[in-house]
């Protein structure tokens, strides 16, 4: 007899999803030709909850963040998958007692304890792949996960144990488009190469709910916090994504958004009730 998952695991939307991010997969001879490393690898800065950042961004009251805190008022610990420098999570803190980071990259972890002890938040740290390490992460009252969808192939698995492991509520939040989606024309035009178009935030509601969630979702728009980096500095981070060298800089500058340091993002706020101890 298969589980619901497994049953999950073959329907149209799980397929379209992981079928959809497979088209983003990068050409291998142009990753082995990228002069300047591999061009997935985000600087922790990127992530980092800085003092400036915390400072623009925690007295903002996001739809991610009031679904959120709807979930531990009162009091409350939150678990955050993907935490990367603690931005879902830390400004939860309070109402919320305590916070526990699950991340793949151990640079991340070490940049979001700094941030947390920083803040006087009470936190642990787990380091591993989700849902591979959810074995060894407990419950908690709120589990908060933003920015990862688009990494997730299997997104069912992935948010199975999402719910499992929130007593109250996950909030989940994503952009309504691929992040990667911004460099399409710049792919076009030093490459030659047409880049997908989806899977979109709807496409991985569509998932949530063939999984049989209680899925609610809201799409608004926000400023991104001051990045503090030049345009130079935007250019040189749109050349590693693009695996090419700085003699390409000038058309990446002439096709590059205008706004690339500090765009207004399309996001989608994405909750449903958990399940931990359910049945």
């Known amino acids: 007899m298969t589980s619901p998952v497994t049953d999950v695991m073959s329907g ?9 991010l497979a088209g983003w997969a990068i050409p291998a001879e142009i990753v082995e ?16 909850w800085t003092p400036e950042r915390s400072a ?30 603690g931005r879902a999570s830390l400004p939860l803190v309070p109402p919320a007692s305590r ?5 793949a990259s151990e640079e991340l972890l070490a940049a979001f304890a700094d941030a947390a002890r920083r803040e006087g938040v009470e936190f642990e740290t787990v380091l591993g792949r989700w849902p591979d390490i959810a074995s060894e992460v407990g419950a908690a009252d709120l589990v908060v996960c933003h920015n990862v969808f688009y990494n997730v192939p299997d997104l069912v698995a992935f948010a199975q144990a999402l719910t499992e492991h929130a007593r109250r509520r996950v909030v989940a939040e994503i952009t309504m ?9 710049l792919w076009k035009a030093l490459h030659g190469i047409d880049r997908p178009a989806g899977p979109t935030a709807l496409d991985a509601v569509a998932v949530l709910e063939e999984m049989g969630l209680d899925v609610q979702w809201e799409q608004w728009e926000r400023q991104l ?21 700085p003699e390409r800089d000038a058309e990446i500058d002439a096709i590059l958004p205008t706004d690339y340091e500090r765009p207004l993002r399309r996001s989608v706020t994405i909750w449903w009730p958990g399940q931990a101890g359910a049945g």
């Open 33 to 48: 030709a990228a002069p300047e490393g591999p061009p997935w690898r985000f600087p922790p800065e990127v992530f980092a």
């Open 56 to 85: 623009f961004e925690r007295p903002m009251v996001t739809p991610s963040r009031q679904r959120a805190l709807e979930a531990v008022e009162g009091g409350g610990t939150v678990l955050d998958v993907g935490a990367g420098g």
């Open 225 to 245: 916090a001051p990045s503090y980096r030049s345009r130079d500095d935007a250019i040189a981070f749109a050349r590693r994504r693009l695996c090419v060298g």
């Open 99 to 103: 916070v526990t980071a699950a991340d």
């Open 12 to 20: 149209a939307a799980a397929t379209r999803w992981a079928d959809a």
């Open 177 to 185: 488009d691929h992040p990667a989606s911004n460099l399409n024309p």
